[in-house]
């Protein structure tokens, strides 16, 4: 299976900041990467597919890069309703693999 | 407008078998190249992708569960079900059924169910 190894754990910002989460894949897997975010007791929701990607409908400050092994997940200026657990996904091989989350908190 | 739900029991006993079904609408699991997942989150903690199935039924496993998962589906319902058999405390979480966008599985979840607590105890 395909470890996907999510940094930081959790991290706390002030609104207005630069929020950025790595997502480390244990072997190649392309561009084959989403990012979900998920709000407590929510289902949830993409935000970024294919490494890159926008969702339809998902803010502008959020974008996502990389390719390969190493992928990044950006939140340009951080808003209050962005507050949540972000997960990244990989899906170039059965089973998939998240990895371990990373909570956004502001200061 | 797709839509997603899952049903099932709320309190399931050790050693139990677990049956969940996904009712969805908005598509078809007839279509070519769709389908169907399901992924579990035990309180506090992170996503785990459990199973899939596809519009052909290939289907296919958490590589730790795999023994004691079966998924199936019922196109005529809309409908996918999971069973997981000798339940334990360990696999109490909340249950999601997922709609994959994409052709045959590569492409991101786009659609989730609300989810459904399942606690195991006696």
């Known amino acids: 299976d395909i470890q996907m190894t999510q940094s930081p754990s959790s991290l706390s910002a002030s609104v207005g900041d630069r929020v950025t989460i790595t997502c480390q894949a244990s072997?190649?897997?392309?561009?084959?990467l989403n990012w979900y975010q998920q709000k407590p007791g929510k289902a949830p929701k993409l935000q970024i597919y294919d490494a890159s990607n926008l969702e339809t409908g998902v803010p502008s400050r959020f974008s996502g890069s990389g390719s390969g092994t190493d992928f990044t997940f950006t939140i340009s200026s951080l808003q209050p309703e962005d507050i949540a657990t972000y997960y990244c996904?990989?899906?170039?091989?059965?089973?998939?693999?998240f990895g371990q989350g990373t909570k956004v908190e502001i200061k | 407008q797709v839509t997603l739900r899952e049903s099932g029991p709320a309190l399931v006993k050790p050693t139990q078998t677990l049956t969940l079904t996904c009712t969805f609408s908005g598509f078809s699991l007839s279509t070519s190249g769709m389908c169907v997942s399901w992924i579990r989150q035990p309180p506090g903690k992170a996503l785990e992708w459990l199973a899939l199935?596809?519009?052909?039924?290939?289907?296919y496993y958490s590589t730790s569960l795999k023994t004691r998962l079966t998924i199936s589906k019922d196109t005529s319902k809309n409908q996918v079900v999971l069973t997981m058999t000798n339940m334990d405390s360990v696999d109490t979480a909340t249950y999601y059924c997922a709609r994959i966008r994409g052709y045959s599985g590569y492409g991101p979840i786009d659609y989730w169910g609300q989810g459904t607590l399942v606690t195991v105890s006696s």
């Open positions: 996904q990989q899906y170039d091989n059965l089973p998939w693999t």
């Open positions: 072997q190649d897997i392309s561009n084959y």
């Open positions: 199935i596809d519009w052909d039924d290939d289907k």
